[in-house]
């Protein structure tokens, strides 16, 4: 029936009928908490693109875990930055690897909280790549590279004010990348094998939820083979499925050190023109053995969530990521909005967007105000 007889704000009144008809809610048991643990002792280093985000020595990430679970929120994702970088992330599997040794402080001292690793090769690469980089051409220095792909006009033989040294910097770092993109390429296959020790190690120390981020084709049969074979059978994978090539990352590549030495992530994160590949990309996680399957970023992939949430019935996690909680904090610092109304509200999108798991640097904020 049409107005007079229907008035659909008579349900809207007060708060009480509001919460009553309520279609989507928020809990915190619905959020996982991401942190970023370093070397050191009594380290709590903010990020600087991130209000109220810290890199944490192990010590201090127990306590900040300790908050966490008393909040009510069930999980966290651990990142790692490790103390040296290498071409082959060793940081990333060694049994005494930052995580790693993170993961069993936190199963002695947090009862109860359930463990996320994020499997990826970006933080412990000395390129900050997610996978083995190889040559696609004779092998060649990166400066060799860098000379053949200047021009002869282009090239600076001698610099004199401090303008055209300037000048000249840029050219090179221009060149650099160039070169470095176009004679360069993430060894797909190769980084199996890496990202699968990981897992491993990261399991036997005590983390409940595999999470690979890097994008590799197989990377999640490749992962269960190698868990299995290790009697590792109940461990379950949470694959960042769809996860897009974005510039909402920027924050979190200072916050992990991980930002690519030259070339970009274009090559193997999707591209967020591509929402029938990321369906795609979600089934082959699905057929090589995923528990759970994730979209990444959130805010501007709601309508990937929701295809994926229509189409697929795992348990389903959108993570939103260190852009999308940096704008918010810098709108906020500077009045434009309502920080907390706006938290929620953003939180709020994902959930009814169809996401069932929230990985979010808001997890204890939002939880404060779930109470």
């Known amino acids: 029936m049409a107005f007079p007889v229907t008035r659909l704000r008579r349900l809207r009144r007060t708060a009480e009928l509001r919460n009553l008809v309520c279609e ?5 048991d ?4 991401p942190m970023f643990v370093c070397p050191g002792e009594g380290i709590r280093k ?13 010590d ?18 651990l990142f790692g930055l490790p103390d040296k970088k290498d071409e082959v992330a060793t940081g990333a599997w060694a049994d005494d690897g930052i995580v790693q040794q993170a993961a069993r402080a936190m199963k002695r001292e947090v009862p109860g909280l359930t463990l996320m690793g994020d499997v990826c090769l970006c933080e412990y690469m000395s390129h900050g790549h997610c996978g083995i980089v190889k040559s696609m051409f004779t092998p060649q220095s990166l400066g060799a590279a860098v000379r053949d792909s200047l021009a002869p006009s282009q090239r600076i033989l001698a610099v004199k004010s401090k303008e055209e ?22 060894d797909n296959d190769a980084s199996l094998d890496l990202l699968a020790r990981t897992s491993v190690s990261l399991a036997k120390a005590g983390i409940d939820i595999i999470a690979p981020s890097d994008m590799m084709d197989g990377r999640v049969a490749a992962i269960r083979r190698a868990l299995d074979g290790a009697g590792l059978n109940n461990t379950p994978i949470l694959s960042y499925a769809a ?15 991980s930002a690519p030495q030259f070339g970009d992530r274009r090559s193997y994160q999707m591209d967020g023109a591509n929402l029938r590949e990321a369906m795609r990309e979600i089934a082959a996680d699905i057929e090589e053995g995923a528990d759970m399957i994730m979209v990444k970023p959130a805010m501007p992939y709601l309508d990937v969530i929701a295809a994926a949430r229509d189409r697929f019935d795992l348990p389903l996690a959108a993570y939103q990521v260190s852009g999308e909680y940096a704008m918010i904090e810098a709108a906020a610092q500077n009045g434009w909005i309502e920080r907390d109304r706006v938290m929620m509200e953003s ?5 009814r967007a169809g996401a069932s798991i929230i990985l979010t640097y808001y997890a204890k904020e939002a939880a404060k105000l779930l109470g």
């Not at 201090?60 to 999980?75: D, I, Y």
């Not at 996860?243 to 050190?257: L, M, N």
């Open 24 to 28: 989507t809610r928020l809990t915190p």
């Open 165 to 186: 040294k300037e000048k000249a910097i840029q050219t090179m770092v221009s060149a650099a990348a160039r070169a470095a993109e176009s004679n360069y390429e993430i």
């Open 60 to 77: 201090e990430a127990v306590k900040e875990a300790q908050q966490v679970r008393s909040l009510g929120v069930p999980a966290v994702i």
């Open 243 to 257: 996860k897009f090539a974005s510039g909402f990352y920027g924050p979190f590549r200072e916050a992990a050190d």
């Open 347 to 351: 939180l709020l999108s994902i959930r």
């Open 46 to 58: 903010p990020v600087r693109s991130m209000p109220g985000v810290f890199n944490l020595s192990v």
């Open 30 to 33: 619905a959020f996982v908490y």
